[in-house]
């Protein structure tokens, strides 16, 4: 059973790109969260997908859009990178009903590193 | 606003003695806990969690929580330190602002260090 799994690992970008990170969610999950964790730093909440509409969202920027098609798997999009914007990525996926629902299981992150 | 604390950045331990994490939240009603670890370079691994019950959470790996709601911590602990153990630690909380799903709401990690 694959779990959460995230492409690419690893990214260099220089200011004012654009970048896509991409997540395929642990088989039978239904959500999908992103999350960024800066150097040093706990994660902080993006937004949260959920039949294919976005359910919640952090405190972040319009820059910051999401995705998810009917697989589930996801997709966040940054616009204009700014240095700041250099972090782990994390996409977490989790079940919206049943006795599981409150566990969210993360993947090993996109490591976007922005010159 | 619901938020948590981990008011030790450090931790360390020598092999074989107990170890203790600390964490300390603030929410309004009843909270979800969670404990995460993370090592080098990878993504977060579910420990465990509180949602009801027991006080004593049981989780991977031989780690267990000690949820206290009159000092509202949830201290995560483990009797026998391994050096295996040395991760960065996270605790969390989970918004119950919208009634499924809900974001995680993570303290500033603590870095566990054992030494054999």
């Known amino acids: 059973d694959a779990g959460v799994t995230q492409s690419p690992t690893h990214l260099i970008k220089t200011r004012g790109q654009q970048v896509t990170l991409r997540c395929s969610p642990k088989?039978?999950?239904?959500?999908v969260s992103w999350y960024q964790q800066a150097l040093g730093q706990g994660p902080q909440f993006i937004f949260q997908y959920y039949e294919e509409e976005e359910r919640q969202r952090g405190n972040f920027p319009d820059r910051f859009s999401g995705h998810q098609f009917p697989n589930y798997s996801s997709e966040l999009n940054v616009n204009a990178l700014l240095l700041g914007d250099s972090a782990l990525y994390l996409c977490?996926?989790?079940?919206?009903?049943?006795?599981?629902?409150?566990?969210?299981?993360f993947g090993a992150g996109t490591r976007l590193s922005v010159l | 606003a619901q938020s948590v604390a981990q008011p030790e950045d450090q931790v360390n331990v020598a092999e074989g003695n107990p170890l203790t994490v600390k964490c300390t939240y603030s929410v309004s009603g009843n909270p979800y806990l969670f404990w995460y670890v993370q090592y080098p370079n990878r993504g977060l691994q579910f420990l465990l969690k509180?949602?009801?019950?027991?006080?004593l959470v049981k989780g991977s790996y031989g780690f267990e929580a000690e949820f206290n709601k009159s000092q509202t911590s949830f201290h995560l602990k483990k009797p026998s330190a391994l050096v295996s153990d040395s991760a960065l630690y996270f605790c969390a909380v989970r918004d119950k602002i919208y009634n499924q799903g809900g974001k995680l709401i993570f303290g500033q990690g603590t870095e566990l260090s054992v030494k054999p």
């Open positions: 977490a996926s989790s079940l919206r009903q049943g006795l599981a629902k409150n566990i969210q299981y």
């Open positions: 509180y949602i009801t019950g027991d006080n």
């Open positions: 088989s039978g999950h239904d959500t």
